[in-house]
């Protein structure tokens, strides 16, 4: 499974961006997609996902601010961030937990990240 990130840039404080996350490959069964960001010095944190019944998460510091939109039909999951921060910079990466071949467990998978740059 290979999960590949579009979207991130350079953008205002206050303004918007959309990030989308596709994902291809075989695979069994999608899981729960979502988004982590790791800031400059900072561990990796969760930003949103979503279950494959629809179900959200979001982190507290982007909890109605962002939202995490998922396509079943196209494996993509995208992620529409209003009113940033300059904190809400870092790298974003798109994670998907996917069921390869059944019976095999779930694994987990990342893309390689999308920079975005919110300035003052």
Avoid: H
Wanted: proline share 5%; glycine share 12%.
């Amino acid at each position: 499974v290979q999960l590949q990130a579009f979207g991130g840039g350079p953008v205002p404080a206050g303004g918007s961006l959309r990030l989308s996350c596709a994902a291809s490959g075989n695979f069994a069964i999608r899981r729960t997609m979502g988004w982590y960001r790791q800031a400059p010095g900072k561990q990796r944190e969760l930003v949103a996902t979503i279950t494959s019944s629809g179900t959200t998460d979001y982190s507290d510091a982007v909890k109605g601010r962002f939202t995490i939109i998922r396509d079943g039909a196209k494996n993509t999951v995208d992620l529409q961030m209003n009113s940033l921060q300059p904190e809400d910079t870092g790298r974003y990466y798109c994670y998907g937990s996917f069921v390869v071949q059944i019976p095999e467990r779930p694994r987990d998978f990342w893309g390689r990240g999308t920079l975005v740059t919110v300035s003052s």
